[in-house]
């Protein structure tokens, strides 16, 4: 190997070991927090006194295991954060789905326009959204509601949704659905039967976005919930009181939170995997 693309290869690899460092430090450093005991917080990085599981068990069952500690149980926020996002993906992704063929495969007048002007729903600042939106969901009865929050979370992530399918389906050749026309196929069957299987990684690929945008929202969560639909997002920043912020609860379900987006994701990535083994045998 060439003396300077050797000494350019070990400087790159330096300089990516302390971004990672750098950027993994402040979750080892919260995890060593969710192993020390309640009400007390590592000075430094390095390993507690004393390692204990009991924020998590406290953050689990909702009982207080130590003379210091929250009695929240994130459960019930978890189930709520799941259904909402279930259904933001659901919605998303049957609308964008649709949406996103239409730009791709047909052209009319102001065809451009009106798709560049999704970009100005992504650029508009969420919280000038919160007026208008928690006005809406009044109106209509659906203010502490999973479809309502729901609701506003596909609007949110809609632009993107249509932007990312709109790339996978000009990626898939025109000459496929128009054998099948050719072939006695209706336009549906062609949509079902050809472009969508050979779209499923850009699917799963949009789901994993809306998914994860969804999963954390803090904000209209905030909003728009009166304790009937708290989500996970709201669990965690309620470990506090007047006095105090429960940082070993909070950082354990902060971690415990991160389980079903693993899970997720690990399923999403094994279909965006057999979408494109299915994309290649067609």
């Given at each position: 190997?060439?003396?300077?693309?050797?000494?350019?290869?070990?400087?790159?690899?330096?300089?990516?070991?302390?971004?990672?460092l750098w950027t993994i430090f402040p979750f080892l450093w919260f995890f060593v927090v969710s192993l020390t005991t309640p009400g007390r917080i590592p000075r430094g990085m390095?390993?507690?006194?004393?390692?204990?599981?009991?924020?998590?068990?406290?953050?689990?069952?909702?009982?207080?295991?130590?003379a210091?500690?929250?009695?929240?149980?994130?459960?019930?926020?978890?189930?709520?954060?799941?259904?909402?996002?279930?259904?933001?993906?659901?919605?998303?992704?049957?609308?964008s789905t649709?949406?996103?063929?239409?730009?791709?495969?047909?052209?009319?007048r102001f065809m451009a326009v009106l798709?560049?002007?999704?970009?100005?729903?992504?650029?508009?600042?969420?919280?000038s959204l919160a007026v208008p939106m928690f006005l809406m969901m009044t109106d209509y009865g659906l203010v502490d509601s999973y479809l309502g929050l729901a609701l506003v979370y596909t609007l949110l992530q809609m632009p993107l949704a249509i932007w990312l399918m709109k790339?996978?389906?000009?990626?898939?050749?025109?000459?496929?659905?128009?054998?099948?026309?050719?072939?006695?196929?209706?336009?549906?069957?062609?949509?079902?039967?050809?472009?969508?299987p050979l779209a499923a990684p850009g699917m799963a690929v949009t789901a994993c976005f809306v998914f994860l945008a969804g999963y954390i929202e803090y904000m209209f969560a905030a909003i728009l919930s009166r304790g009937g639909i708290n989500t996970l997002p709201l669990a965690i920043a309620g470990f506090k009181s007047e006095h105090q912020i429960f940082y070993n609860e909070m950082a354990a379900a902060s971690f415990l939170s991160m389980i079903p987006m693993a899970l997720f994701f690990l399923l999403a990535g094994r279909y965006m995997v057999g979408g494109l083994s299915m994309g290649a045998l067609k």
């Open positions: 190997m060439n003396p300077r693309l050797q000494t350019s290869t070990y400087v790159l690899l330096a300089a990516a070991l302390l971004i990672c390095q390993l507690p006194e004393e390692m204990s599981l009991v924020s998590y068990l406290a953050v689990i069952t909702g009982k207080g295991y130590a210091v500690g929250a009695k929240i149980s994130i459960v019930p926020n978890l189930v709520n954060s799941l259904i909402v996002t279930s259904l933001t993906v659901a919605l998303c992704l049957s609308i649709g949406a996103a063929y239409v730009f791709s495969r047909f052209r009319f798709f560049n002007s999704l970009l100005m729903v992504r650029m508009t600042p969420a919280i790339g996978f389906f000009d990626a898939i050749p025109r000459e496929l659905e128009e054998q099948a026309l050719i072939d006695g196929a209706t336009l549906p069957t062609a949509l079902f039967r050809i472009v969508l």
